[in-house]
Nanobody, 117 residues
């Protein structure tokens, strides 16, 4: 399974971006991670095969994770609103065939840069 992210870019604080991640095959759990320079990669949000979602405290209420599974598509989205400079990072899509999110991911995208100034 290949994951391809898109939608990153530069935005001013308070602005919005929507990231997309398209999977080439069946997946269950999907997640967004991010890594800022000098920081470890951190999980941002997950959505499992039953559409249950989780968020880290830093983004809860500002970010929304969703998926489109219609017509044999597997597309993950991350709507990011009220962006802050501390949201600046490379954002990665991750996925696994397991329907429940268990913290391990077999597939990773290449990343898309988000810069908030």
């Amino acid at each position: 399974v290949q994951l391809v992210e898109s939608g990153g870019g530069s935005v001013q604080a308070g602005g919005s971006l929507r990231l997309s991640c398209t999977a080439s095959g069946y997946i269950g759990c999907m997640a967004w991670f991010r890594q800022a320079p000098g920081h470890e990669r951190e999980g941002v949000a997950t959505i499992d095969g039953y559409s249950s979602t989780t968020y880290i405290d830093a983004v809860r209420g500002r970010f929304t994770v969703s998926q489109d599974l219609s017509n044999h598509k597997y597309i993950l989205y991350l709507q990011m609103n009220s962006l802050k400079p501390e949201d600046t990072a490379m954002y990665y899509c991750a996925a696994d065939r397991q329907p429940y999110c268990r913290g391990t991911y077999a597939y990773w995208g290449q990343g898309t840069q988000v810069t908030v100034s």
